[in-house]
């Protein structure tokens, strides 16, 4: 029993030479045009351009920590493109994912317009690597667990510890959200949260733009320090 996929073409046979049918044109032929009418064959051919690949979600640096599904691609089309496919499959592909070839090497996305998923897939098992950001390292180097005074100073020891982490995407795109400045509404103290404010000029009623630019939140699940307690 033949099991027909995206992977087999249709092909018409000439002398010992098999031409494609391009997935195109395959509602403008008929049977008729394409088979061996004489020996009642009709060819299909394996096509070495398109392939069933298995998509891993790998979670750095645990590359045991992943999820996997599996699409039908063109390896000759660029990541960009790629890109663009995934987002409509059930990998549900997001700006928050990156390619990675066999190595587990980021493609950075300037070089997904020059780059096919011929180039980066793991050959020996059909396998396509996407990689997710460590946001521990943004942890660390932001120093997250650490406390803050109202004034933006860091404090000098871990406040908690993020155990654990939710990331909600953003569209991809600022708004202007104006908002009320009463008299009274903000204390002195928390306007560093405008940085060209002068906090010497009051008025009864005014109003500030804020312009908000978002890619993802992050909301983090903690619990206090152990030593952070004991203080």
């Given at each position: 029993?033949?099991?027909?996929?995206?992977?087999?073409?249709?092909?018409?046979?000439?002398?010992?030479?098999?031409?494609?049918?391009?997935?195109?044109?395959?509602?403008k032929k008929i049977l008729a045009e394409i088979m061996d009418t004489e020996n009642k064959i009709l060819y299909l051919?394996?096509?070495?351009?398109?392939?069933?690949?298995?998509?891993?979600?790998?979670?750095?640096?645990?590359?045991?920590?992943?999820?996997?599904?599996?699409?039908?691609?063109?390896?000759?089309?660029?990541?960009?493109?790629?890109?663009?496919?995934?987002?409509?499959?059930?990998?549900?592909?997001?700006?928050?994912?990156?390619?990675?070839?066999?190595?587990?090497?980021?493609?950075?996305?300037?070089?997904?317009?020059?780059?096919?998923?011929?180039?980066?897939?793991?050959?020996?098992?059909?396998?396509?690597?996407?990689?997710?950001?460590?946001?521990?390292?943004?942890?660390?180097?932001?120093?997250?667990?650490?406390?803050?005074?109202?004034?933006?100073?860091?404090?000098?020891?871990?406040?908690?510890?993020?155990?654990?982490?939710?990331?909600?995407?953003?569209?991809?795109?600022?708004?202007?959200?104006?908002?009320?400045?009463?008299?009274?509404?903000?204390?002195?103290?928390?306007?560093?949260?405008?940085?060209?404010?002068?906090?010497?000029?009051?008025?009864?009623?005014?109003?500030?733009?804020?312009?908000?630019?978002?890619?993802?939140?992050?909301?983090?699940?903690?619990?206090?320090?152990?030593?952070?307690?004991?203080?």
């Open positions: 029993m033949i099991k027909m996929d995206d992977s087999l073409l249709f092909a018409k046979r000439n002398n010992q030479n098999y031409a494609f049918i391009a997935r195109e044109v395959e509602d051919r394996k096509n070495s351009v398109r392939s069933d690949i298995t998509v891993k979600i790998v979670s750095l640096p645990n590359l045991n920590d992943y999820s996997s599904s599996n699409v039908n691609f063109n390896l000759k089309d660029k990541l960009s493109s790629i890109r663009e496919k995934l987002k409509q499959s059930n990998v549900k592909m997001n700006d928050t994912l990156s390619f990675a070839n066999s190595s587990m090497a980021e493609i950075s996305r300037e070089d997904e317009e020059k780059i096919i998923l011929k180039e980066i897939i793991d050959t020996k098992s059909n396998t396509l690597y996407l990689i997710k950001p460590d946001y521990q390292f943004l942890i660390n180097k932001l120093k997250l667990e650490y406390g803050r005074t109202i004034s933006l100073d860091r404090a000098n020891k871990k406040a908690f510890k993020i155990n654990d982490y939710d990331i909600t995407e953003i569209a991809d795109e600022h708004k202007y959200t104006k908002i009320d400045l009463k008299e009274g509404q903000f204390m002195e103290k928390d306007i560093f949260l405008f940085e060209d404010i002068d906090t010497n000029k009051r008025t009864s009623n005014s109003t500030c733009t804020v312009i908000e630019y978002s890619k993802v939140s992050l909301k983090f699940k903690t619990e206090p320090d152990p030593e952070f307690v004991k203080l």
